[in-house]
């Protein structure tokens, strides 16, 4: 349906997309997943024609978005982050209007016009005007321009941006039902969103895609990168033999503090270690102070892909304040005070005695 080719996007000396090339298949809902200023917005409007790219090649439907703009852009309907509404019009009236600028014949736009409302659950709303309705209700509308002319691909650009609870499970609902029909990309930054809703997921960090991959998959992933936490009252080259003789172990780390050993261990998918490793340690008289399983889950794999272990993990600290900093604070305590003794020194014009004769 889609073909990205080594795609990307400068903006000055900003590298903004760098040379990404992934496939959109027909039938499946896409996640475009990445923290904020990771390259998503930018890839979904050179998706959509609305952007050009510095280089690389997207087909859609074996049109060229490029070349030939006007073919590729009937496969595609559009829903930026901000709805492009008219407030002084009617749902009807704009999805009409829609209709009319993406050349769908009259005599077909009225009925397309009310099953497209009616998908999209607005059609008891279609004769009040768009800026009287709520937030959910104006989404609800930006998505059903996006379906407007029977697009093959709607993209949704952080859909449930500033909904309440109620409105962003309305708008996963319509989401997934448009998934029975349309192939459907959404772009956003939380991973409980895209896991929701998608089959798919295409993680871009930095302007990169660090992983891309269904749900599944992933998931089994997060897996196998379970561990099992043991501190150990010994020494670390006793607790490394004895873990080393257990069944369905297959690597693991040691750190040793204070005569406590802290032991990582990886072990094969479906194993159950845990007694195993009770009784060794039994048996070798070496006290166990601790030992539970540290579950991998989806979110770390995409914190770990999206930001690295080295941003995850940095500490923040508190810059130290410069001599004019420091002036400048002492400037600004100085200016409250003398601001606080103007207000306490203040004589109004009329006291409330007048006040109180004015109301007579």
Same mark, same amino acid.
């Given at each position: ?14 590298? /903004? ?22 390259? %998503?917005? #930018? ?10 790219? #510095? ?7 074996? =049109? ?10 009937? =496969? ?43 998908? #999209? ?9 768009? %800026?009287?309705?709520? %937030? ?55 991973? /409980? ?12 960090? =930095? ?30 080259? %006793? ?46 008289k070496t006290p166990i102070l601790d030992m539970h399983s540290n579950e991998s889950t989806l979110e770390d794999i995409f914190l770990e892909l999206a930001y690295g272990n080295d941003e995850r993990n940095a500490s923040f600290e508190i810059p130290a304040i410069s001599d004019e900093e420091e002036e400048t604070e002492e400037e600004a305590v100085h200016a409250k005070k003398k601001a606080e003794k103007e207000e306490d020194d203040y004589k109004p014009l009329f006291s409330s005695s007048d006040d109180e004769e004015g109301d007579e």
């Amino acid at each position: 349906m889609i073909k990205v080719r080594n795609l990307t996007k400068n903006y000055g000396n900003h590298l /903004a997309v760098k040379g990404i090339s992934f496939d959109i298949e027909p039938g499946k809902i896409y996640g475009l997943l990445g923290p904020n200023g990771a390259g %998503k917005s #930018t890839t979904m409007n050179i998706l959509t024609g609305c952007l050009a790219a #510095t280089s690389g090649e997207v087909k859609v439907d074996g =049109h060229d978005i490029f070349e030939d703009p006007i073919e590729a852009k009937k =496969h595609i309907g559009y829903l930026p982050e901000q709805p492009p509404v008219y407030g002084e019009m009617t749902p009807r009236e704009y999805l009409s209007f829609v209709a009319e600028a993406k050349g769908v014949p009259f005599e077909k736009s009225l009925r397309h016009v009310k099953e497209v409302m009616q998908l #999209t659950q607005i059609y008891d709303v279609r004769n009040r005007l768009i %800026k009287n309705l709520s %937030k959910g209700y104006r989404q609800r509308v930006g998505i059903a321009q996006a379906m407007i002319g029977e697009p093959d691909v709607i993209i949704l650009d952080e859909p449930t941006v500033g909904l309440d609870p109620a409105q962003i499970i309305e708008i996963r609902n319509l989401i997934r039902k448009l998934g029975r029909i349309k192939t459907v990309i959404i772009s956003s930054h939380i991973l /409980a969103e895209i896991s929701a809703v998608c089959d798919h997921v295409i993680i871009i960090s =930095h302007g990169n895609i660090v992983a891309n991959d269904t749900l599944e998959h992933l998931e089994a992933e997060a897996s196998r990168n379970n561990a099992l936490i043991i501190k150990i009252k010994g020494e670390k080259e %006793k607790a490394q033999k004895l873990i080393g003789g257990v069944k369905g172990v297959l690597s693991a780390e040691y750190a040793e503090e204070n005569g406590i050993v802290t032991a990582t261990v990886q072990f094969e998918e479906g194993a159950d270690i845990r007694e195993d490793i009770f009784n060794i340690f039994a048996e070798a008289k070496t006290p166990i102070l601790d030992m539970h399983s540290n579950e991998s889950t989806l979110e770390d794999i995409f914190l770990e892909l999206a930001y690295g272990n080295d941003e995850r993990n940095a500490s923040f600290e508190i810059p130290a304040i410069s001599d004019e900093e420091e002036e400048t604070e002492e400037e600004a305590v100085h200016a409250k005070k003398k601001a606080e003794k103007e207000e306490d020194d203040y004589k109004p014009l009329f006291s409330s005695s007048d006040d109180e004769e004015g109301d007579e």
